[in-house]
């Protein structure tokens, strides 16, 4: 029966809880009479049946003005309430009207206010009964949780979800002793020390986070405590989305590891994020990517007069220009969004593009940076990392772009692979280049691992971890600094405003992250547990491959010693080595040899003279090397063509 009902068409269904109402009006005014004269005989029913059929004839149109057939049994909840009141208030005074003007002397008011109470108690008590029939679900489908919270956010979720069919709060937990042993909507409030406890006792699967506006601190110190029942977790957004309206409070989704590594909002420099942007033109390589889609989310909202994307897959540049031209058209924005499709090494078109469309400002996002697949394909990486960069600086300088900014890596600094090398050389292009009388502003920005980019763990584990396992690590002691993409992006905006020309910045990481922590803490915010000797029942095991080609165990931001603060807390000025525009153009010229003929010995040798620091730790991997020469050829140093005298003393002088 209930199956039937469900099924039937919405206007089927209101019109089936009207003719309930309907049937039901009028007994319960003939009931009013009855308590107010202590009984009804026939006689008084048959005089005021008229009084008892008009009761519903009113009432039934007021409430379907004000909405009372529009809820959706099933989901209705207090909100109803005032509503209920609000429209039985007024039929019952209409109704007054109607019997003082037909009746009149026959009834006081107190029959009317017998009939208010009880016809507000039925409505009430007939939606709610309802709801709590159709609502019955099988207890097997049921996800048991606790909500950490009971603040008003926690209650709000707690009312969102009763009706769902996926979640059943069971108890709320929170640390206010004031609020412990209380009861909010029926529901319990526990103390967190219970919480283990309760786990047990009431089935509790997962923890619904309610505490949206608590800094990120402190919600690390939950999530850090929590993780270790090995439940699932799940948070609610954001107060600021709240606010916003961005999203409801019944919009949880499950903890992701950002939340367990996210550090404190520092609030951006206004003056900073918008100097090189508001009112300009500007570009964006590599538009497509991670880090390129996340700048152009952040320089639309910034109001450029023109936005150019360059990026050589068609896919990645269709998807962030259509979710753009969305973003402006839902802004009412006027702003230019240019997709084009090329690469950083077509000196040429880049050259016409930037000088055609008056572009002011470039972020250089574009590039290889994958370790293990660049290590794999050296050459490729040299081509697009540093001759990509060389090429798109110089067609920057011909245009007379004024600011150009490079995303950078902390695998530049002593780098132990081809990436990182690619990426050093492109920075000591662009600081010979700011040595030089343009009127481009050069200026590069290094930071770590972010959250979620292309290439990045996180994503990688996570799919992992819902395949059942197992979770692949390369080595037990490996660290890295993360940071979140939009943190990023952010301060890569701020930092490039900074620039005089030749800077390299440095972005404040944090603490380094374990990766092998990483992978724990996310098994078991999926409300699983690692298998080890100690917990032999865990369902996800952790399994280590061995360092890949050109992976370091740890990485570095700084190759020496000598940085500065800046305008911003977050942000740090370096002093690196650099190598004049003469030595290393004649470097560049004899590495860009070496990749023509694929001479892979000779291209690490000239990658160890350009670049101080750069130990290459694995054999070379080059597949195409490896397959003409039969087995992996080992690193050995091999002599390139000589460099003249005076190269060869700057470079001992200046790098060595």
């Known amino acids: 029966m209930k199956n039937v009902f469900l099924k039937l068409p919405r206007k089927q269904k209101q019109l089936i809880a009207a ?12 009931l009013a009479l009855a308590l107010h004269f202590d009984k009804v005989n026939d006689a008084v029913a048959s005089h005021f049946k008229w009084i008892a059929l008009a009761a519903a004839l009113i009432s039934i149109p007021i409430f379907v003005r004000l909405g009372l057939y529009r809820a959706v049994i099933r989901y209705i909840d207090q909100i109803i309430i005032s509503a209920v009141v609000v429209s039985v208030t007024i039929a019952t005074a209409l109704l007054g009207v109607v019997a003082a003007l037909t009746m009149p002397g026959e009834l006081t008011m107190a029959p009317f206010l ?11 008590a ?36 009763k009706p769902g069919k996926e979640y059943h709060p069971v108890c709320f937990i929170d640390d206010d002793p004031q609020r412990v042993n209380t009861t909010i909507g029926g529901i319990r409030v526990f103390s ?5 406890r309760l786990a047990r006792t009431k089935n509790i699967s997962a923890i619904l986070l309610a505490m949206p506006s608590i800094s990120a601190h402190r919600q690390r110190e939950i999530l850090d405590r929590l993780a270790r029942l090995s439940l699932k977790i799940m948070i609610t957004p954001p107060i600021s989305q709240l606010v916003d309206g961005h999203s409801r409070v019944e919009d949880v989704r499950q903890i992701e590891i950002e939340d367990i590594l996210s550090r404190e909002v520092v609030s951006p420099n206004a003056s900073l994020l918008s100097v090189c942007i508001k009112g300009k033109s500007v570009m964006v390589s590599g538009a497509g990517g991670s880090i390129g889609s996340e700048l152009c989310r952040q320089i639309v909202a910034l109001k450029p007069t023109r936005l150019l994307l360059l990026d050589i897959s068609e896919f990645a540049l269709y998807t962030i220009e259509q979710e753009l031209r969305e973003t402006i058209v839902s802004n009412d924005q006027e702003i230019e969004l240019i997709a084009c499709i090329g690469s950083v090494l077509d000196t040429d078109k880049c050259t016409r593009l ?4 008056a572009v002011d400002t470039v972020y250089h996002a574009a590039a290889y940076k994958h370790v293990p697949l660049v290590e794999h394909n050296p050459v490729e990486g040299i081509q697009n990392n540093t001759f990509g960069t060389l090429s798109f600086a110089r067609a920057a300088m011909a245009a007379k772009v004024k600011c150009f900014v490079l995303i950078s890596t902390d695998k530049a600094v002593r780098p132990t692979n081809v990436m990182g090398a690619t990426k050093r050389v492109a920075e000591l292009v662009l600081q010979a280049f700011a040595r030089q009388n343009s009127q481009t502003r050069f200026s590069m920005v290094r930071f770590g691992n972010v959250l979620g980019s292309s290439g990045s763990v996180v ?32 301060l890569v905006l701020q930092a490039g405003a900074m620039g005089k020309g ?40 952790i399994t280590y491959t061995g360092l890949r080609p050109g992976e370091k165990l740890y990485e570095e931001l700084l190759i020496g010693t000598n940085v500065s603060g800046t305008e911003h807390p977050l942000i740090m000025r370096a002093e690196e080595a650099e190598i004049e525009w003469r030595f290393l153009e004649q470097m560049l010229a004899q590495l860009n040899d070496c990749c023509v003929r694929g001479d892979q010995t000779q291209i690490r040798s000239l990658l160890a003279k350009i670049v101080s620091g750069y130990r290459p730790l694995s054999p070379i991997v080059d597949h195409e090397w490896c397959a003409q020469s039969g087995e992996v050829a080992a690193p050995a140093a091999v002599q390139v063509a000589p460099l003249t005298a005076p190269v060869n003393a700057w470079i001992r002088e200046q790098v060595h």
């Open 114 to 124: 017998i009939y208010w109470v009880m016809t507000i108690l039925y409505v009430l």
């Open 192 to 196: 967190s020390s219970q919480l283990e």
């Open 354 to 357: 930037l000088a055609s469309f």
């Open 502 to 541: 030749g800077d390299v910045f440095v972005l404040d990481m944090g603490a380094p992250v374990r990766i092998a922590d990483l992978a724990v803490r996310m098994v078991r915010l999926s409300g699983q547990e690692v298998r080890t000797k100690e917990t032999p029942a865990g369902t996800i095991e």
């Open 19 to 30: 003719s309930v109402d309907f049937f039901s009006i009028p007994l319960i005014f003939l």
């Open 126 to 161: 007939s939606r709610f009964s309802a709801r709590g029939f159709f609502h019955q679900r099988k207890q097997t489908d049921i996800i048991r949780v606790a909500i950490y919270g009971a603040g008003e956010a926690g209650s709000h979720l707690a009312n969102a979800i």
């Open 459 to 490: 994503p990688l584990f996570r799919k992992q971890i819902a395949a059942g396992g197992p979770v692949t690590l390369t080595h037990p002691d490996i660290t890295r600094y993360f940071m979140t993409i939009p943190e990023a992006a952010q």
